[in-house]
């Protein structure tokens, strides 16, 4: 029995050395290497992959920087053309009172001097209105349109039915789009009475 035991054991260390002396082979160090190098090419790739990631996030970050100042930026020179805008408007205005001032100090009593004075200064007021691209709607004998008119009343006339009769105040547009309506009256059409009586004479 025991030397059954000792037959196994040696067997068993054959074995174990058989298969050492085959791990050692040219064939399994050629693999081992292989792999070694597939190992370390991924450990390479990675840390590329981490560097570039970096690399992104950094200049997302400056790019996301840089857009903060340029809309900051861009809102101040914005806020910076209508107050220039605003003070050019006021100091045209400005000019307008003053000759407001010059006429009612010059009319003295003349009514003809004060006429003169109020139409040269409404001309220059449609001449500062012109240049901010203010325009007069048109409306005056054109079909009523709700989109630039206000119908304050609508009247019997013989006008055609839905003709602008008379312009109650001048509306105007900005640059294309209407900033304050006209307001009008709106003609009717003739009054139905005469007809009406007419056709009953027929009939009776």
């Not at 008379?166 to 003739?190: D, E, F, I, N, W």
């Amino acid at each position: 029995m025991p030397m059954f035991e000792e037959k196994k054991k040696k067997e068993k260390e054959i074995s174990k050395s058989e298969r050492s002396a085959e791990g050692s082979s040219p064939e399994a160090s050629q693999e081992l290497g292989v792999a070694e190098a597939v190992v370390a090419a991924a450990e390479a790739k990675a840390a590329e992959l981490v560097a570039r990631t970096k690399e992104l996030e950094d200049r997302y970050l400056r790019l996301a920087a840089e857009f903060d100042n340029f809309r900051k930026r861009t809102a101040r020179d914005f806020q910076t053309v209508i107050k220039t805008a605003n003070e050019r408007l006021i100091l045209e205005l400005l000019d307008l009172r003053d000759n407001f001032e010059r006429a009612l100090s010059n009319s003295a009593g003349n009514a003809e001097s004060f006429r003169q004075g109020i139409e040269l200064i409404a001309g220059q007021l449609d001449g500062v209105l012109k240049k901010e691209g203010v325009e007069e709607l048109k409306v005056d004998g054109q079909p009523f349109d709700p989109s630039t008119s206000e119908a304050i009343a609508h009247l019997e006339s013989e006008r055609p039915e839905g003709e602008v009769l008379q312009v109650l105040s001048k509306g105007y547009s900005l640059g294309g789009k209407v900033v304050r309506p006209a307001r009008v009256t709106v003609s009717k059409g003739k009054a139905q009475t005469e007809s009406t009586g007419e056709a009953n004479d027929v009939k009776e």
